[in-house]
């Protein structure tokens, strides 16, 4: 049976090549429908790399980008093992804590939002935005290159995008569907946000779960 796989490619991410495809496959383009590029699986790819019912497979290149609130607050990886959001100088946004790799995964489900993984390096290890039992997001070891395929229908560590207007999005999570990456205020410091988890539908208006996601300045 031939496989289709749809990849959506955004503006903000046209410097890098339309016919980048998943690691190890071997497509062949079709056609584009809905603003998307379809791509046929040819007989010469092995059997192995074939998308299987509920896996997610990863694409490559990750992408680099800064994470903000709406307030321009960057998302950063505080040396105390928690995600915050926080005020940055020029200076400081240089620095690794607050770089984002966003890695993308073929989803087999053929959902109409991609599914990504987001983490940071610190100490020369990839800190993934991961979500844990009781519904709160801790930073968590993991490298998204052990990660090649993920044969399940949902993941800790995943998130499927939404783009909301150009450069904002909405991450809702594959292991707790309806539930969204949002700040929240500290409450004993109000100048800090929290990355947390919240309820909510994808076309809900809530500006705590609708992130800028921009180009990291060299």
Same mark, same amino acid.
């Given at each position: 049976?031939?496989?289709?796989?749809?990849?959506?490619?955004?503006?903000?991410?046209?410097?890098?090549?339309?016919?980048?495809?998943?690691?190890?496959?071997?497509?062949?383009?079709?056609?584009?429908? %809905? %603003?998307?590029?379809?791509?046929?699986?040819?007989?010469?790819?092995?059997?192995?790399?074939?998308?299987?019912? @509920?896996?997610?497979?990863?694409?490559?290149?990750?992408?680099?980008?800064?994470?903000?609130?709406?307030?321009?607050?960057?998302?950063?990886?505080?040396?105390?093992?928690?995600?915050?959001?926080? @005020?940055?100088?020029?200076? @400081?946004?240089?620095?690794?804590?607050?770089?984002?790799?966003?890695?993308?995964?073929?989803?087999?489900?053929?959902?109409?939002?991609?599914?990504?993984?987001?983490?940071?390096?610190?100490?020369?290890?990839?800190?993934?935005?991961?979500?844990?039992?009781?519904?709160?997001?801790?930073?968590?070891?993991?490298?998204?290159?052990?990660?090649?395929?993920?044969?399940?229908?949902?993941?800790?560590?995943?998130?499927?995008?939404?783009?909301?207007?150009?450069?904002?999005?909405?991450?809702?999570?594959?292991?707790?569907?309806?539930?969204?990456?949002?700040?929240?205020?500290?409450?004993?410091?109000?100048?800090?946000?929290?990355?947390?988890?919240?309820?909510?539908?994808?076309?809900?208006? @809530?500006?705590?779960?609708?992130?800028?996601? %921009?180009?990291?300045?060299?």
């Amino acid at each position: 049976m031939e496989t289709y796989c749809g990849l959506s490619f955004m503006i903000l991410f046209s410097r890098y090549p339309l016919m980048a495809t998943c690691e190890d496959s071997h497509l062949k383009f079709i056609q584009t429908f %809905n %603003n998307s590029f379809y791509f046929k699986e040819t007989s010469s790819a092995p059997r192995e790399t074939e998308l299987c019912s @509920d896996a997610f497979r990863r694409c490559e290149p990750p992408i680099s980008r800064w994470i903000q609130s709406n307030d321009q607050k960057f998302l950063v990886l505080k040396t105390s093992g928690k995600f915050e959001f926080e @005020d940055r100088t020029v200076h @400081d946004q240089g620095q690794p804590d607050c770089k984002f790799e966003i890695q993308i995964y073929q989803d087999s489900s053929l959902n109409k939002y991609q599914s990504v993984m987001l983490y940071v390096c610190a100490d020369g290890e990839k800190m993934m935005i991961s979500c844990k039992n009781n519904k709160e997001v801790c930073p968590e070891p993991m490298d998204p290159k052990v990660l090649k395929m993920i044969k399940a229908e949902k993941h800790k560590a995943l998130f499927w995008w939404k783009c909301i207007s150009t450069g904002k999005y909405k991450f809702e999570s594959t292991m707790y569907p309806d539930y969204f990456l949002a700040f929240e205020r500290e409450e004993d410091t109000p100048c800090l946000h929290k990355l947390i988890l919240r309820h909510g539908s994808m076309d809900e208006v @809530d500006e705590s779960r609708i992130f800028c996601v %921009n180009k990291c300045s060299p």
